[in-house]
Nanobody, 127 residues
Framework: QVQLVESGGGLVQAGGSLRLSCAASGRTFSSHAMGWFRQAPVKEREFVAS????????SYADSVKGRFTISRDNAKNTVYLQMNSLKPEDTAVYYC????????????????????WGQGTQVTVSS
């Protein structure tokens, strides 16, 4: 069982930056691929970024590529999402997700790939 707790959300002006963190419980964090998803009001949840269990592989949605960076610190059981050049359309609840990936170092971009989810953290970007 993995429990995930997101933090770092808030209100920021367009063009600003935020860094989200997701702290995971358990001793098998390094065996899990991690992802960030987001859901805006009246929209479906969408993929943002993913990182493989070793951190060597990452993937991004086209809408955030070049602006967001996902990273992880396996010693701290934490995954991060650095968000730069934020836009009003980035406003959403951001969710952290984990998937056991003992034998695969790749990334996963669909929400059905993930077994564990955090409660989410609100990010609001004002224009």
């Amino acid at each position: 069982q993995v429990q995930l707790v997101e933090s770092g959300g808030g209100l920021v002006q367009a063009g600003g930056s935020l860094r989200l963190s997701c702290a995971a419980s358990g001793r098998t964090f390094s065996s899990h691929a991690m992802g960030w998803f987001r859901q805006a009001p009246v929209k479906e949840r969408e993929f943002v970024a993913s990182i493989g269990r070793s951190g060597s592989r990452t993937s991004y949605a086209d809408s955030v590529k070049g602006r967001f960076t996902i990273s992880r610190d396996n010693a701290k059981n934490t995954v991060y999402l650095q968000m730069n050049s934020l836009k009003p359309e980035d406003t959403a609840v951001y969710y952290c997700a984990a998937r056991l990936s003992e034998y695969v170092i790749g990334t996963y971009s669909h929400d059905y790939d993930y077994n564990y989810w955090g409660q989410g953290t609100q990010v609001t970007v004002s224009s």
